[in-house]
């Protein structure tokens, strides 16, 4: 039995970092309705587009859901839509506050239909506060969170980082809230709501490693500071035919190290003696360890620190990434068929778990591809109201 089987989540999210719960929630065998438009949502023509004409990006997230069409902010598409109210757990969104399709979502509206509704809203700026209204992304929430000076070599200019890690974050921590909810809901028989905000997940994430301590204790802003890790000797260096990464974030490791490059000397050396003395010096570590990781090949670096116990790691490229044999023994890539274009590759699920384990369901839905299932099963409409409501443009 899968460990979220008799749940049924009703996705009314965009984009990424919404939609990601609901994919999350889907691999951990929820049944996620994804609702959109009959025209169809923009996240399946936003991006960079697949041969079949949608986004790469919904062939990830919109994977293991069902799709259904309607238009809910209509008299008729309402109507339909409490009515999936009534048989469903979790609502996900993330409208702006004050839009107006958010009216359709209002919790107390919702919870006089089903008092144990669980509303999930994840939005630039949270549901209140002076911006709640203002619209955010992983871009903006980056920059103005703080995350973007940190990110890069001192004097570059700031830089988001290559992947959207606030949108996936905020995806995961919308995910915790759900789960949550459910339990709570399980003990209690009571529905809650879910506010979670871009912004408020790139603050933290700005702040868990201890940045606003350090402002706080010492009136020290960290700014940028290129490959090091903030509080250990951290470096990516590059070899004779690639580039690595060395992560020696304990003494233990620091000495094992310097014997295995044949300077045990530097062990002793006050100037690296603790995880913040070599982070402070990184530069000077670099002048002798950058020498030595030039002198060898990729392989045999990773080989060398292998030996010694010492973390470190090949900077390898998505056609890399598809050849490592780790990837394919934790099976982080799946071949998911998908109709008209045959087996692709997507992301497995990193979640191992030893009785429900999470995994791929289906591939992402085409538009309205269950409107049969929903309409039909789920909420017992004649083929006349189907095609009627079809014909007035609310499915």
């Known amino acids: 039995m899968d460990s979220l089987e008799g749940i049924r989540v009703l996705d009314l ?6 939609p990601l719960c609901g994919m999350v929630l889907a691999d951990m065998g929820a049944e996620v309705i994804r609702i959109e438009e009959p025209r169809g949502a923009a996240d399946r023509t936003w991006g960079q587009l697949g041969p079949d004409g949608e986004t790469l990006l919904y062939k990830v997230i919109g994977r293991s859901k069902k799709c259904a069409t309607l238009k809910i902010n209509t008299p008729a598409g309402r109507e339909i839509f409490h009515e999936l ?19 359709e979502v209002d919790y107390n509206l919702l919870k006089g239909i089903n008092e144990g509704i669980i509303l999930a809203a994840l939005s630039g700026y949270g549901q ?4 709640a209204q203002r619209p955010g992304f992983d871009g903006t929430a980056q920059a103005r969170s703080g995350g973007m000076v940190l990110t890069g070599f001192p004097g570059n200019n700031p830089i988001k980082t290559g992947i959207p890690f606030i949108d996936v974050t905020a995806g995961l921590f919308t995910t915790v809230g759900v789960l949550n909810a459910l339990y709570h809901r399980e003990k209690t028989g009571k529905g809650q709501t879910i506010d979670v905000s871009l912004y408020d997940t790139a603050t ?8 606003l301590l350090l402002y706080h204790f010492y009136g020290e802003i960290r700014k940028q500071i290129g490959n090091r890790g903030f509080h250990s000797y951290n470096t990516c260096l590059e070899a004779k035919n690639g580039w690595v990464v060395l992560s020696i974030v304990t003494n233990s490791i620091w000495k094992r190290f310097t014997e295995k490059i044949g300077k045990p000397e530097m062990a002793d050396d006050p100037r690296f003696g603790s995880d913040m003395d070599r982070f402070h010096n990184a530069d000077s570590i670099n002048e002798v360890v950058g020498k030595w990781v030039a002198e060898h090949t ?8 292998e030996e010694a116990r010492v973390p470190c790691e090949p900077v390898q490229t998505i ?5 490592d044999p780790q990837v394919h023994a934790r099976e982080m890539v799946q071949q998911v068929d998908f109709p008209g274009l045959g087996e692709i590759p997507i992301p497995g699920f990193p979640v191992k778990m030893s009785l429900t384990p999470g ?3 289906s591939h992402a839905p085409g538009l309205g591809e269950h409107n049969d299932y929903v309409y039909k099963e ?14 007035e443009g609310i499915i």
């Not at 933290?204 to 940045?211: A, D, L, P, R």
């Open 13 to 18: 999210s965009r984009f990424q970092a919404c």
């Open 378 to 391: 789920l909420l017992n409409l004649s083929n006349d109201k189907i095609a009627s409501l079809k014909e």
């Open 85 to 103: 109210v009534k048989k469903s757990d979790v609502i996900l969104h993330n409208y702006t506050p004050g839009a107006p399709i958010a009216a």
């Open 128 to 131: 209140d506060g002076p911006d």
């Open 204 to 211: 933290f994430v700005s702040q868990s490693m201890g940045t």
């Open 319 to 323: 056609d890399q990434l598809l050849t």
């Open 359 to 361: 995994s791929i369901r």
């Open 298 to 305: 990729v392989k045999e670096l990773v080989k060398l620190c």
